[in-house]
């Protein structure tokens, strides 16, 4: 028996036996993709943060990868920081977080990273909250930051959602 | 061009060629990637792409495929860590662990050599293909490392001994498969006990409540004529004259009934710096080249590459090493704990033991916890003395910090937390002592503060509980004893700079939040909620008693600009300021920045040996080599580098090219400026130059195409003149060199004359560079379950000049951040109950997140923000900026405190005030 599941588009295999090796030691390990972070090592500080379609189509959710067995990944598709943009062209949150002086260390970053464009994904389909600012932090209110104080990712994540609801509102 | 840098370390063995260079991958700091930015302004970090895209930039990215030159092949170490310090070690028993966990080598110090001067191991390999458990036997020859300078227990504990602190490593396991480390590390997780055996027996580790020296005195004492401090008493007889003037400040206390006395009383934990980022590294000896590789995330690569040369200058030391060579990538996180860290030491301990493979050193969060640098724990008593003028007249304390069991700059740490008593204010009598004690504990270290914020939460909780009692205004009494220039801090020394408390203090009066407080408490209370407001300042220093700085500035053939320091930006933005201060010289900002530039201070030619006791007089002398990196000396001391290199660089360069090439040979550098990154003349007929045609005529010319400067400031900054391609400059420097030819040659020294610069006079004075913050905390407690919600901050900063203003928003909220963090959150246990257990995480301890920082900007009635207020540039700062990075910080905590005792009547000065500690004192 295999685990079949894609990491950033590319299809993988590992046979069942490695079922209990964490996503993040794969990752690394494996696939020599290093974006993803590890910082508490047990789902705590979001550091870790990916992105997981339980199927190919369906809504990603925000995972931790260092709590996330392969053997949670039969049929799924994982998405890294490594996988969000492609090239100089990066994704608005992104470019947003650079204009905002979001991060210092960048340590933390791709969590931040993942876990805001999922809300983001989230939120071009979903009516706008009706607290922008409460829904953000429900959304990221678990990663931590040591550096930065949070203020200029919550600033920085604002814009942009905004702009992501002000094209919805334009283009219902 | 190479990055590399260099340096000789001479050790018993011989010379080790120490280098450091920079990141494996093309992530250094660069700006070609980013957006374009606008002369002197920061558009965006220099660093930034790579880190929001994840880009292999930390220690923690890289395994030994990546290293170019490295065998592929890896291995992993694992140390096991003490458990006690009250009983003999007496070995490690791996026999219970299964097969797939068991090491390839187990490495024990029982056979390093017992000279008191080295700590001692050897290693003793298993035979995995006997199929033996690995154990460790009497092994081959005994081997030794030497003791890298300050380090006076051993790397290891020695089978037979007492453990000189918790978490010390017994053992190091070394596997050679990521499967077999990581399955030996989840068995032997939260089960320490049954690998290792201690003796029934109770002994005594040495040392164990012993100072680390020196303790720390300041006594002051000033009255009519008499003088008395550290700076202004003789050094040679002020520790013994200190006890007549203790007594005389006695007397002078009890013969004046009409003084009110405050005790003061308070004590906080240890805090761990929780940077982002658990310490990892690679090591690999070469045995072909007999070099030493190391990759690392440290915030003082030039300490720690020295101390590796010692260690493995040993005559048996366990493999011959005549270089080492250390990739130092960007630390994720560092707030001091990667200053000096032990971890350095341990994974090049690892490196001769594992057959030639690279070996990696990951450790997780709890091993981060467990043997990570913290922050002292403190406790403080004595008490603070007032006239009914509310003039403060004496300051009487106890410093007591927890230096945990391996010394690691805890004396100097103490020395400041006694300064920090001081804080801001005109104190005529003093009477501090402060040490660092040896303990069971965890170390701790220089951890974001320095002392500071031991020292600041004493006094400032002090002066408002006094306020409190005599019914002063905290504004009031603050403001009758503010320091300004021309007045003494406590050890004495001279107020340089332009300190401004008095604006400060206005600037609190008259907000909002602190002149409706009562109002706002009386609208809270009215919604059933507790409300207090209160206030503390500080002066936080930035910078030591004596700062070297160096800093390299090049024109590259295609006119970009490429600057090298000797600092290492720990995410504090150093390389995108240094990046854009050269624009005010240069035109551009540079395309490039090196940090940790080791190999500058060697290239300078200077010395630190005044053998002939010429000081000054010796034009290769200065004071200091390089200051490790900490983010408080970038606005100043390293920007000032930068800036007067870049001068020498245009004056002694550039200004001679243009001249070539406008046939003015006699225009001056004053009728010329820089507009859109072009050099214009006054003279409106010559056509500007581009940055590009300026470096054209230099590499044909062979005019220095780079320069390289060091700066030492003691209370100023050392200056002389130096001679150039275009004539005698007159540099704020006391170390230039001009880089010519080919980009590989060795800078030439330009020998100095004229040099002038502070006397050993200035060192008594500690501290003359300060950053004075104030803050205002407004919050709300629950008495029912102990939770405060910080509900609004303002801080009103002296910062001096702006360069990245980003940034220094981003430094003050990331301070506020922390500081709330530690005042109300974070908690260690001593002992095996706290981090040395192996039992901390992030599910325990607890660090503010979102939900627990105001996050607007700006003060609102009814909403939750944090403001900062930055006063504006005066001509006194010269257009120098100051290290804020722990400034916002430092005066958060006893603002807390003041406000919960404004909200609920009571005191709070135990760090940190957590909900137990509240319910407990509000139930009293």
């Given at each position: 028996m295999n685990i079949t599941f894609t990491v950033n588009g590319t299809p993988w295999q590992v046979p069942a036996s490695r079922g209990d090796e964490l996503l993040i030691d794969f990752l690394h390990d494996d696939l020599g993709l290093t974006g993803t972070k590890l910082c508490c090592g047990v789902g705590v500080c979001r550091a870790c943060t990916v992105a997981i379609a339980a199927s190919q189509g369906e809504a990603e959710e925000p995972a931790a990868a260092c709590s996330t067995p392969l053997s949670g990944l039969d049929g799924a598709a994982v998405t890294t920081i490594e996988g969000v943009s492609a090239g100089p062209q990066l994704l608005p949150v992104q470019e947003a977080f650079l204009q905002h002086f979001a991060f210092q260390c960048g340590y933390c970053t791709p969590g931040f990273v993942m876990a805001s464009k999922i809300f983001l994904d989230g939120l071009a389909l979903a009516p706008p909250p009706d607290d922008l600012d409460a829904a953000i932090v429900s959304a990221l209110g678990d990663h931590i930051c040591r550096c930065s104080g949070y203020v200029r990712y919550v600033a920085a994540l604002r814009d942009v959602a905004t702009a992501v609801i002000a094209a919805k509102t334009n283009n219902p | 061009m190479s990055l590399t840098r260099r340096r000789l370390i001479q050790t018993a063995m011989g010379i080790v060629v120490c280098r450091v260079s920079g990141l494996p991958t093309s992530a250094n700091a660069t700006s070609r990637d980013s957006a374009p930015s606008r002369p002197g302004i920061a558009a965006e970090r220099i660093d930034g792409r790579a880190k929001v895209t994840g880009q292999k930039i930390y220690a923690r990215d890289f395994h030994a495929r990546d290293m170019a030159g490295w065998p592929r092949s890896q291995w992993y170490g694992l140390y096991l860590h003490a458990l006690s310090t009250e009983h003999v070690f007496l070995g490690v028993d791996l026999s219970s662990l299964s097969q797939v966990s068991r090491p390839r080598r187990i490495v024990l110090a029982d056979q390093f050599t017992s000279s008191p001067a080295l700590p001692a191991g050897s290693a003793a390999s298993a035979s995995p293909e006997s199929g033996e458990q690995p154990r460790a036997d009497a092994g081959p020859a005994r081997v030794e490392f030497n003791r890298p300078l300050d380090l006076e227990c051993d790397l290891m504990v020695r089978p037979g001994h007492v453990p000189n602190y918790l978490g010390q490593p017994v053992a190091l396991l070394l596997f050679d498969s990521a499967a077999s480390f990581r399955a030996a590390r989840a068995e032997m997780q939260f089960n320490d006990a049954a690998f290792q055996s201690y003796a029934t027996e109770t002994s005594q580790s040495a040392g164990m409540g012993e100072v680390y020296p020196p303790e720390t005195i300041y006594v002051k004492y000033q009255s009519g004529e008499i003088n008395f401090s550290y700076a202004a008493a003789d050094a040679e007889t002020y520790l013994s004259e200190s006890p007549g003037f203790r007594r005389k400040i006695a007397q002078a206390l009890a013969g004046d009934p009409s003084l009110v006395s405050q005790p003061i009383a308070c004590d906080m934990g240890a805090v761990d710096p929780m940077f982002m980022e658990p310490e990892t590294g690679l090591a690999w000896y070469d045995g072909h080249e007999q070099t030493l590789n190391i990759?690392?995330?440290?915030?003082?690569?030039?300490?720690?590459?020295?101390d590796l040369a010692v260690m493995f200058g040993a005559t048996d030391a366990p493999v011959k090493i005549g270089a080492v060579n250390l990739t130092n990538c960007f630390p994720g996180g560092g707030?001091?704990?990667?200053?000096?860290?032990?971890?350095?030491?341990?994974?090049?301990?690892?490196?001769?033991?594992?057959?030639?493979?690279?070996?990696?050193?990951?450790?997780?969060?709890?091993?981060?916890?467990?043997?990570?640098?913290?922050?002292?724990?403190?406790?403080?008593?004595?008490?603070?003395?007032?006239?009914?003028?509310?003039k403060l007249r004496a300051?009487?304390?106890?410093?007591?910090?927890?230096?945990?069991?391996?010394?690691?700059?805890?004396?100097?740490?103490?020395?400041?937390?006694?300064?920090?008593?001081?804080?801001?204010?005109?104190?005529?009598?003093?009477?501090?002592?402060?040490?660092?004690?040896?303990?069971?504990?965890?170390?701790?270290?220089?951890?974001?503060?320095?002392?500071?914020?031991?020292?600041?939460?004493?006094?400032?909780?002090?002066?408002?509980?006094?306020?409190?009692?005599?019914?002063?205004?905290?504004?009031?009494?603050?403001r009758a004893n503010v320091l300004g220039t021309g007045d003494q801090t406590i050890a004495g020394g001279p107020v340089l700079q332009s300190l401004r408390f008095d604006e400060m203090l206005d600037a609190a009066e008259a907000h909002p939040l602190w002149k409706e407080r009562d109002s706002l408490k009386a609208s809270n209370t009215k919604s059933g909620r507790s409300y207090g407001t209160g206030l503390a300042l500080s002066m936080q220093a930035y910078g030591s008693s004596g700062n070297g700085v160096v800093a390299a500035v090049h024109l590259e053939p295609d006119g970009g600009v490429r600057v090298e320091t000797s600092g290492v930006d720990m995410g504090n933005g150093s390389a995108t300021t240094l990046a854009v201060v050269v624009a005010s010289v240069l035109g551009v900002n540079a395309s490039r920045v090196v940090t940790a530039g080791y190999r500058l201070w060697d290239q300078t030619g200077l010395t630190v040996d005044d053998e002939h006791g010429l000081g000054w007089q010796d034009p290769k002398w200065t004071p200091k080599s390089v200051s490790s990196s900490s983010a408080c000396l970038t606005a100043f001391h390293q920007v000032h580098a930068v800036q007067e290199t870049a001068r020498a660089l245009f004056e002694g360069s550039l200004m001679a090219a243009a001249r070539l090439l406008w046939q003015r040979p006699e225009l001056s550098s004053e009728t010329v400026a820089w507009k859109d990154g072009l050099l214009l003349a006054a003279e409106g007929n010559l056509k500007p130059l581009s940055l590009p045609q300026l470096a054209a005529v230099i590499h044909t010319e062979g005019l220095p195409h780079g320069a390289l400067g060091h700066g030492f400031y003691q209370g100023s900054w050392a200056e002389a003149d130096f001679p150039s391609p275009a004539g005698t400059l007159h540099l704020r420097l006391d170390g230039l060199s001009f880089y010519s030819g080919t980009a590989d040659a060795p800078p030439v020294m330009a020998l100095r004359q004229n040099a002038s610069g502070t006397g050993a006079a200035a060192k008594r004075y500690v501290r003359t560079l300060f950053a004075p913050s104030l803050n205002i905390v407004a919050l709300t407690v629950d008495h029912a379950t102990g939770q405060v919600d910080i509900q609004n901050v303002v801080t009103i900063l002296n910062a001096g000049r702006i360069h990245v203003p980003e940034l220094v928003l981003g430094q003050s909220q990331g301070g506020i951040a922390m500081a709330l963090s530690y005042a109300l959150l974070e908690e260690l246990a001593d002992g095996m109950d706290g981090p040395a257990g192996g039992g901390v995480n992030l599910t325990g301890y607890q660090v503010a997140r979102m939900q627990d920082v105001p996050l607007a900007t700006s003060y609102q009635p009814g909403g939750r923000a944090q403001e900062l207020?930055?006063?504006?540039?005066?001509?006194?700062?010269?257009?120098?900026?100051?290290?804020?990075?722990?400034?916002?910080?430092?005066?958060?905590?006893?603002?807390?405190?003041?406000?919960?005792?404004?909200a609920t009547g009571r005191r709070f000065s135990s760090l940190p005030i957590t909900p137990s500690k509240i319910l407990q004192e509000l139930a009293r």
């Open positions: - | 990759v690392l995330g440290s915030q003082s690569p030039d300490g720690d590459v020295s707030f001091g704990g990667r200053d000096s860290s032990p971890f350095s030491l341990m994974l090049a301990l690892a490196a001769p033991f594992s057959d030639g493979n690279p070996v990696r050193l990951e450790l997780d969060r709890y091993t981060q916890f467990r043997t990570g640098l913290k922050r002292h724990a403190a406790k403080v008593t004595g008490r603070v003395v007032a006239g009914p003028d509310m300051i009487e304390a106890e410093l007591e910090l927890d230096g945990g069991g391996r010394r690691n700059l805890s004396s100097s740490v103490a020395g400041l937390a006694a300064f920090s008593m001081g804080s801001g204010y005109r104190l005529p009598m003093a009477d501090i002592s402060s040490r660092a004690v040896q303990s069971a504990n965890v170390s701790a270290g220089s951890m974001r503060g320095f002392g500071g914020p031991q020292g600041v939460f004493a006094i400032e909780t002090a002066l408002d509980e006094l306020a409190a009692r005599q019914g002063w205004d905290p504004i009031a009494l603050r207020i930055i006063l504006p540039e005066v001509p006194e700062d010269g257009g120098t900026g100051r290290g804020i990075a722990e400034a916002v910080m430092t005066a958060v905590a006893p603002a807390i405190s003041n406000a919960l005792r404004d």
